[in-house]
Antibody, heavy 118, light 110 residues
């Protein structure tokens, strides 16, 4: 059973850079036809796809592409999300999810709340 | 890319059937059969209900079904139950190689 667990600082100041980690257990992030995505959800609002990584190759949402980087550490079986120049609009619950064949999201982490505030 | 369009809310009585629509473009829903649907109860993690337009993951009730016509996908829930009350989101793979979500639909079971 694949499990994903996000972790992060919880609070980031405006204009700073946020960094989140997703630790995957029960399967290697480097095996199979599994992409790995980051998704976020502001309180009371809908889901927004941020981007994904597959064996080092990445794709990003056009709206966030200039500020986001997704990477993977296969030795730790972890994904990372970096978002720079954050504003209050980046306050959200951030999820990581497994993405089979890059088509849908079958396993999700519990999410981590990231608040941008001074 | 723009978000897919879903109705803000739908409602139905127990035992009835409801359908939630999800409208995209010829660059996403209309191009690929890679539409998925997610159920999210308040404070919970989204759950995959339908993938590849009409496939159900193991463990998902057969009361949930999906379809597509042109640029519009649909999720139908038959035999509505109280526990179906939740937010529902559609998602599609796009011609740009990205993924996009709909704005979400709140289902109320009357």
């Amino acid at each position: 059973q694949v499990q994903l667990q996000e972790s992060g600082p919880g609070l980031v100041k405006p204009s700073e850079t946020l960094s989140l980690t997703c630790t995957v257990s029960g399967g290697s992030i480097n095996s199979g036809n599994y992409y790995w995505s980051w998704i976020r959800q502001p309180a009371g609002k809908g889901l927004e796809w941020i981007g994904r990584i597959y064996r080092g190759s990445t794709d990003y949402s056009p709206s966030l592409k200039s500020r986001v980087t997704i990477s993977a550490d296969t030795s730790k079986n972890q994904l990372s999300l970096t978002l720079n120049s954050v504003t209050a609009a980046d306050t959200a619950v951030y999820y990581c999810a497994r993405t089979p064949y890059s088509r849908h999201f079958d396993y999700w982490g519990q999410g981590t709340l990231l608040t941008v505030s001074s | 890319q723009s978000a897919l369009t879903q109705p803000a809310s739908v409602s139905g009585s127990p035992g009835q059937s409801i359908t939630i629509s999800c409208t995209g473009t010829s660059s996403d829903i209309g191009y690929y059969n890679y539409v998925s649907w997610y159920q999210q109860h308040p404070g919970k993690v989204p759950k995959l209900m339908i993938y590849d337009v009409s496939s159900r993951p193991s463990g998902v009730s057969n009361r949930f079904s999906g379809s597509k016509s042109g640029n519009t996908a649909s999720l139908t829930i038959s035999g509505l139950q109280a526990e179906d009350e939740a937010d529902y989101y559609c998602s599609s793979f796009t011609i740009s190689g990205t993924l996009v979500f709909g704005g979400g639909t709140k289902l109320t079971v009357l």
